[in-house]
Structures are given as C-alpha cells and as structure tokens.
C-alpha cells in the first residue's frame, strides 16, 4: 500500500483548500464576515489610520464581539449582550464553553437548561454506536482508497480478492491478520499453492486457474486495471461522506455532554409539578444513574382532586 499516492499532485493545492476552509469555518463560528473583512481591511489600512475615536472604538467592540462568539460559539448579537452572559456565567461559576456548546438546549435569558431539550441516556448510548460504527468503516474505506489493486469477487468460487498486476491477495479486514497471496509466478506450478478451507477464507482450488487465464488475458487484464480508479474514487468520497458523519455524530455528543454538565451544575425546576385543579402531576419514584453522565428519571402519574361542584363560595 502506497500511503503517498493520496498526496500526489501538487501540494500548494491544499495549501490554499486549508486557508478557504479556516476562513469559512471562523466567519461560520463567529457568525458573521467580519473577520475576514478585518482581516483584508488591514492589508491596506492600519488601525492607526483610522482617526475619529468612534469609529475606532467601535470597531473595536465589534471585533470582541466576533471574537467572543468565535471562542465560545455563543450566537451574542451585541457586546452588551456578551458581557450580561459573562456576568451571569461568572455568578453562577458555569464555564462558557459548555453554554456555547448546549447551543439551542440552554435558555440565556433564564440561565437554565430547557428539559424538553435534554438527552437522554439511550439516545446517547445509540450515538456513541453509530459513531463506533462509523468510525471503523471510515478507515477500513480510506484504506481501500490507498489500493492500487482491484477488490474483485470470484463468481465461480464466491472468493473475494485483491486483485492485481502480478499477485492476488485474501481480501480481509486490516487486523485480521496474514492473508495469502498468489502471484503470476505460482502460475507455473500450481501445485506448490498453499489452500486453506473455506471456513478460513484461503484460497479454493479452482482460483489458481481462475486467476492464471485473467493474468493470461492482456485485454481482461487491462479492463481491470482501469476500473482501480473509480474503484479508488469511490472509496475516497465513501470514506469523506463517513467521516463527516463521524465528526456530526462527535459534535452531538459534545453537545449532549455539555447539556447534561450545565444540567447538574444549575439548579432545575423539580420534576413534581403542581397542576392546575383537574389535571395530572407527575412524582419522582426512582432515579437510575449509570456513570457521570447518564441517568433516567421514572415517575409516576398522581391523581389529583377535582374541583368542588359548587365552585365559589356561599354567601351568609
């Protein structure tokens, strides 16, 4: 496997895709173009040249603006606005990053986490699956895209296959350990291949011959050897669409981790509410914690009284 053949071409190319994906990924944190517009207003006006103090001071709190959402990822749309969120946070001793990262579940004008929003244990679990899951398949696809050979099943023996120029290989997973490869020189004599049985997933007899008349065929060769590129490109975009997926599914648990710290750290409305006459309430029998992070609440329905048939108050 040549892990270099990724990085073929020219490289000022990613150069130039790294600073346009840093610049949209700050302008999207910070919400706005400014500092992109700050930053190329500076290649040909200095901060000195700029004379009336008011302006100056004012693009200067507009730069602490975008500089506290780029930080902290909390949507402020004013220094004022940034500086209650800081003054609220400091009284109540909550780190910012995690209200940045709480995003729509916490309530900035009450300071406190939104219950409907919160997540709970099994979807977390769930999430952290998928994003097992994800993962594994994202690097077994970015290593198919590094093979310069063809991933090809066997119709007549259903073996499946690396297949190459001049050797084929045992298609397995990565850490599954040795696999066995048969070259274009085992052709001559096939009696010095080593099979294993199919319960092992080694080679069958009939793919020797199999394999020896396709090396034997320039055409069918050829044709095989075009496919590698698709197959390649394939893979690569697969393995970027995975990886995606992985990096929304991280930024999920972010979140929810930080909803649920914001939720222990600030105090909460009580489960046991009191409804209005002639409606049900809830109360909290039992509370099942697993680790720091998750926990389920089980309560029960309450019947409550209903109201008096006569309403108001008798006169004397």
């Excluded at 999207?28 to 930053?39: D, E, K, Q």
């Excluded at 506290?68 to 400091?90: E, S, W």
Aim: glycine residues 8%.
């Amino acid at each position: 496997m040549n892990w270099d053949s990724i990085y073929s071409g020219a490289p000022e190319w990613f150069s130039v895709l790294g600073l346009v994906a840093a610049a949209l990924h700050i302008c999207w944190r910070a919400g706005s173009l400014h500092p992109l517009n700050n930053r190329l207003l500076r290649l040909f006006i200095s901060r000195d040249d700029i004379q009336d103090p008011f302006v100056k001071k004012n693009l200067s709190d507009y730069s602490a603006l975008a500089v506290f959402r780029l930080t902290y990822g909390i949507p402020a749309r004013t220094l004022v606005d940034a500086k209650k969120i800081i003054g609220k946070a400091q009284a109540r001793n909550v780190p910012l990053d995690l209200v940045g990262l709480a995003g729509s579940a916490f309530d900035l004008d009450s300071f406190t986490v939104i219950e409907k929003k919160r997540p709970r244990g099994m979807g977390l679990a769930l999430c952290g699956l998928m994003l097992f899951a994800c993962f594994w398949l994202t690097w077994i696809l970015a290593y198919g895209a590094t093979e310069q050979r063809l991933l090809v099943s066997l119709n007549t023996t259903g073996t499946w296959l690396w297949l190459g120029k001049d050797q084929a290989q045992i298609a397995k997973p990565a850490l599954s350990g040795e696999r066995p490869i048969l070259s274009v020189a085992s052709c001559a004599d096939t009696s010095k291949v080593n099979y294993e049985d199919q319960g092992a997933g080694g080679f069958r007899p009939a793919d020797p011959d199999i394999l020896c008349d396709i090396w034997a065929d320039p055409r069918t060769s050829a044709e095989l050897m075009k496919s590698v590129r698709e197959q390649r490109l394939t893979f690569l975009f697969a393995s970027a669409f995975l990886a995606w997926t992985c990096l929304m599914l991280f930024d999920a648990l972010r979140r929810a981790f930080a909803i649920r710290a914001l939720a222990r750290s600030l105090p909460q409305p009580s489960i046991q509410t009191d409804a209005p006459s002639g409606r049900s309430r809830y109360r909290l029998v039992m509370l099942l914690k697993c680790g720091a992070w998750l926990d389920w609440r089980v309560g029960i329905k309450t019947d409550t009284l209903k109201p008096p048939a006569g309403g108001a108050r008798r006169g004397h």
